[in-house]
């Protein structure tokens, strides 16, 4: 198990990112800007079987039964896809339609939100509970193959 090293048990695709900065008691005419930016990534969630010691699999030949304690499966980086990705709609001001034309427009603002966003989309969609399940099922069908039953330190059966 250790030559696995990562195990990408789940990736999710999303569609993310709404970007807006008001100024206070200003109305939206004059300053302030909205930002429709839509990002398209994938992230994948992992479990990390490098690090795993000799502890983490008890076998019992007598019962037939492996018992394996496995770490939280972790969120990758996530990976968004440029070509995919695009700027819907910029509603702005009078003061920020001025200002854009001295300054140039910083995107790196936007990769960032687009990854955080992504990351929070994952979360929420339960990625590291599916990684989590589908590790588990993995492992199950792999020891089950070998004619063991298969047991997590987790689990109370």
Do not use: C
């Not at 302030?32 to 699999?57: K, M």
């Not at 076998?59 to 972790?74: G, H, S, W």
């Not at 955080?116 to 989309?121: L, Y």
Request: charged content about 30%.
């Amino acid at each position: 198990m250790r030559d696995l090293s990562q195990y990408h048990a789940a990736v999710g695709d999303f569609q993310v990112v709404d970007l807006e900065h008001d100024v206070a008691w200003v109305p939206d005419v004059l300053a302030g800007n909205r930002t429709l930016f839509v990002a398209a990534g994938s992230v994948s969630a992992y479990v990390d079987l490098e690090g795993l010691g000799d502890e983490a699999l008890t076998v019992d030949p007598e019962k037939r039964t492996v018992q394996v304690r496995l770490p939280e499966p972790k969120l990758d980086k996530p990976n968004i896809d440029q070509e995919r990705t695009y700027l819907y709609s910029q509603e702005r001001g009078v003061w920020d339609r001025v200002k854009a034309l001295f300054d140039a427009p910083d995107q790196q603002e936007f990769s960032v939100l687009a990854e955080e966003k992504t990351a929070d989309a994952a979360t929420k969609a339960g990625l590291v509970a599916r990684a989590a399940r589908n590790t588990r099922t993995m492992l199950t069908s792999m020891f089950q193959s070998l004619g063991d039953k298969t047991r997590f330190a987790a689990d109370n059966a």
